[in-house]
């Protein structure tokens, strides 16, 4: 049997075909696993942080927030008055768009996290059948 080239389109069997594709969908699969994997990674961290925007010199109440956590200098010490937790909602600021920021943030670390465990399973599943199932979750992932 003669390897496959793009150049020999006659000389082509179908179980040449059958190699060349199933090797560059085992590479593509790697590379799509460390990928999730990355990407993870960076929405753990943005979830994590407890520190988005800091103070500075010039600002007028200085203090800190983040998704979920914010702090306060007090005006009298130079102490942080810090509130909001992630797992109680009653603690965040009184405002629709950071609740939801850190609903939606929170839900796409959970399904991040979710698929790399079935790229996990990948080593007993077939892996036709995991990369489609992460493929619909990671869709929803940027959906959110």
Not at 79 to 89: A, H, I, N, V
Not at 108 to 116: A, D, E, F, G, R
Not at 126 to 142: D, P, S, T
């Amino acid at each position: 049997m003669s390897k496959f080239r793009i150049d020999e389109i006659d000389n082509i069997s179908a179980y040449d075909y059958y190699k060349f594709y199933l090797k560059n969908s085992r590479v593509f699969s790697i590379i799509w696993i460390i990928l999730t994997v990355c990407f993870t990674i960076c929405i753990i961290v943005c979830f994590a942080s407890s520190e988005w925007i800091g103070d500075t010199v010039k600002s007028p109440t200085r203090g800190y927030f983040g998704l979920y956590h914010f702090c306060i200098r007090s005006p009298i010490s130079s102490s942080y008055q810090c509130s909001g937790t992630w797992t109680d909602f009653s603690t965040l600021p009184n405002n629709s768009a950071i609740r939801a920021a850190c609903f939606f943030v929170g839900f796409s670390c959970l399904l991040s996290l979710i698929c790399i465990v079935i790229f996990i399973f990948s080593l007993a599943i077939k892996l036709e059948r995991v990369v489609h199932i992460c493929a619909w979750i990671q869709l929803l992932i940027c959906n959110v």
